[in-house]
């Protein structure tokens, strides 16, 4: 499995452009998912070719949550027709989109990973993408972790009956504050590599990268980071 950053907050290159939101490219046993797709369909189409990604080879989109830094460009790339015409859009609540699967439950994610299916907030539904990897490990996105992230964590080990995590990624939604409280509650789970991203704040990142020394590679996160697990 790999992930490549196409939208986030951070950019290292000045080729590549950073904006408030997230973009996640999943690529697994051949197939390709993005993970929300940020605000900007123009961002998200920048990024891409710099970084030779072809949308139109997209086999899913899978929407943490129906804000608009992870959903906004959507509507955008469909019109365009920069993504496959019947793509199969992975949601947690109804958006009105063509070929949307609403994942009110765990739900299978083209047969390579599930939904954790749909978690509440207070007027706000959201879910996280799982993904097998060797090992009885699992792979776990996040868009922005309304539910909390520990809460997420801990569906997403359930769902799937895994021990390990080989990798955490995407927005967190806290401050450093925050942070060492959820680094206490998650500190015992065996978690391999976390990327806090969006939005997480730099402390927050620094905090994780102190408070789970020598137990889990904390990476920061930019339009470009490529990883694979």
Same mark, same amino acid.
């Given at each position: 499995m790999k992930i490549l950053f196409l939208v986030e907050n951070r950019s290292r290159d000045p080729?590549?452009?950073?904006?408030?939101?997230l973009s996640i490219l999943v690529e697994v046993k051949g197939c390709r998912i993005l993970f929300d797709v940020g605000p900007s369909a123009s961002t998200l189409l920048h990024n891409a070719e710099k970084l030779g990604v072809d949308l139109?080879?997209?086999?899913?989109?899978f929407i943490s949550?129906?804000?608009y830094d992870h959903c906004g460009a959507l509507n955008e790339l469909l019109r365009l027709g920069a993504l496959p015409r019947d793509i199969p859009v992975f949601l947690?609540?109804? &958006? &009105?989109y063509p070929n949307e699967v609403v994942c009110n439950s765990k739900t299978p994610v083209l047969d390579l990973g599930w939904s954790?299916?749909?978690?509440?907030v207070v007027a706000l539904r959201e879910h996280a993408l799982v993904i097998p990897c060797n090992g009885n490990a699992i792979a776990v996105l996040v868009g922005c972790s309304h539910p909390g992230l520990a809460n997420i964590v801990t569906k997403?080990?359930?769902i799937s009956s895994a021990k390990h995590i080989k990798l955490l990624a995407g927005g967190f939604?806290?401050?450093?504050?925050?942070?060492?409280?959820?680094?206490?509650?998650?500190? $015992?789970?065996?978690i391999e590599i976390m990327i806090p991203a969006h939005c997480t704040?730099? $402390?927050?990142?620094?905090?994780?990268r102190e408070k789970l020394s020598g137990r889990c590679r904390v990476l920061d996160p930019y339009v470009g980071l490529s990883i694979e697990v």
């Open positions: 080729e590549l452009r950073s904006a408030w939101g139109g080879k997209i086999d899913a989109v949550h129906l804000h947690p609540e109804p &958006g &009105g954790t299916g749909a978690m509440n997403a080990l359930e939604h806290m401050g450093s504050y925050e942070a060492a409280r959820v680094a206490e509650k998650i500190g $015992g789970l065996s704040s730099d $402390g927050a990142i620094a905090v994780f």
